[in-house]
């Protein structure tokens, strides 16, 4: 099955620092993905889509400056935090939709990113 | 490995009853979540389950075996706006989310 990865699994930095954490799908193209962030036994929040080679789409109340998202291949998606603060700490998930030929409907969720900031 | 497996496809009729089933085999557990995806929606938040026994939210019940890897989302009094896909994911040991591929239900008049 599809299968989408995540790297760093969990990340621990200081207030003013930026944070990358990586979406890969490892075993087919995926010309969406999307960015969530999870609150503690809450839904998952969507940040941001991206589409592959082009500028991803910010949701509301979501600072693209801050969250700068990276959609360079079809299989990498790159979520930056910049100047991270406490606040920012959370768990980050990212998801993948396939291209065509298969269920393009799906998607496939990565194992998450724990970000600490202190 | 790990894996997370539930039916990919149920059908039920509007009114009735429906019970999701999901099996884990994870290196270690620390809750098992459900959610709810419409089509082109972000996944709803359903239920968590950390200790063994049922849930009961409205409509919604949720069912944990830990040791069993087993877990069940029962659904009462269909309606047609639950058709929808049902995520099971499981937390283990190392706080990452292991996640099943999904079961879309349809529900039929």
């Known amino acids: 099955g599809a299968v989408v990865s995540q790297h760093p699994s969990r990340v621990i930095c200081k207030s003013g620092t930026s944070v990358k954490i990586e979406c890969r799908s490892l075993?087919?193209?995926?010309?969406?993905m999307f960015w969530y962030r999870q609150f503690p036994k809450q839904s998952l929040m969507l940040m941001a889509t991206?589409?592959?080679?082009?500028?991803?789409?910010?949701e509301q109340g979501v600072e693209k400056d801050k969250f700068l998202i990276n959609h360079a291949s079809l299989t990498l998606s790159t979520l930056t935090v910049t100047s991270a603060h406490p606040e920012d700490s959370s768990f980050y998930i990212c998801?993948?939709?396939?291209?065509?030929?298969?269920?393009?409907?799906?998607?496939?969720f990565g194992p998450g990113t724990r970000l600490t900031v202190l | 490995g790990q894996n997370i497996d539930q039916p990919t496809e149920m059908t039920a009729t509007e009114g009735a009853i429906v019970q999701i089933n999901c099996t884990y085999q994870?290196?270690?557990?620390?809750?098992l979540f459900w959610y709810q995806q419409h089509a082109g929606e972000a996944p709803t938040f359903l239920s968590y389950?950390?200790l063994d026994g049922l849930e009961e939210k409205g409509r919604f019940s949720s069912f944990l075996s830990r040791s069993k890897g087993y877990s069940y989302l029962l659904l009462k009094e269909l309606q047609m706006k639950d058709s929808a896909s049902y995520l099971c994911?499981?937390?283990?040991?190392?706080?990452?989310?292991?996640w099943g591929a999904g079961t879309k239900l349809i529900i039929k008049p």
């Open positions: 994870t290196s270690g557990f620390n809750g």
């Open positions: 991206s589409n592959e080679g082009s500028k991803a789409t910010y």
């Open positions: 389950n950390v």
């Open positions: 994911a499981v937390m283990d040991s190392n706080y990452q989310l292991i």
């Open positions: 075993d087919f193209q995926a010309t969406t």
């Open positions: 998801s993948a939709r396939g291209a065509s030929g298969g269920d393009t409907d799906t998607q496939y």
